[in-house]
């Protein structure tokens, strides 16, 4: 199920990057047009995107690695909300000093990490299903 999320996710942030960085930034800061996003930002997202679009469409090993480091990420962001809108404020934006997120913002961003983590939960879980089938009909 995750990889019909990620599958088209990833394919819209490779056709898209620059709207969905508009969309995230109105949602996301109080004054989005004060934030200068580093020039490289860009093209890393259309890059992103291509790698969840292709890992999304072969599936198995790749996939299954790509939603473990997802979880793992989703964990961090998860525990540490306000320290990961820290990190990625100084390494997107050009004057992070002047970058400031939206009230209930870090609560989101909470979620949407707890989200990750079960999302790679339930792909992990699916796998092993999966292998535990392949075994007991190859016996």
């Not at 860009?42 to 790698?51: K, S």
């Not at 400031?100 to 879980?125: C, H, N, P, S």
């Not at 999966?130 to 075994?135: F, G, K, R, V």
């Amino acid at each position: 199920m995750s990889r019909l999320l990620f599958g088209p996710l990833g394919l819209a942030i490779a056709l898209a990057p620059e709207p969905i960085l508009e969309a995230f930034e109105s949602v996301a800061l109080e004054e989005p047009e004060e934030a200068s996003a580093k020039p490289w930002i860009v093209p890393a997202m259309r890059a992103e995107g291509v790698g969840y679009a292709l890992v999304s469409l072969v599936g198995g090993r790749p996939y299954s690695g790509l939603m473990t480091l997802v979880g793992a990420v989703g964990a961090i962001v998860a525990a540490f909300p306000r320290q990961y809108l820290a990190f990625g404020t100084e390494l997107a934006y050009e004057d992070p000093e002047t970058v400031e997120w939206r009230d209930g913002f870090v609560t989101a961003v909470r979620i949407i990490g707890a989200v990750l983590v079960v999302l790679a939960i339930r792909t992990r879980l699916s796998r092993d299903e999966a292998e535990a089938a392949d075994e007991s009909g190859e016996q």
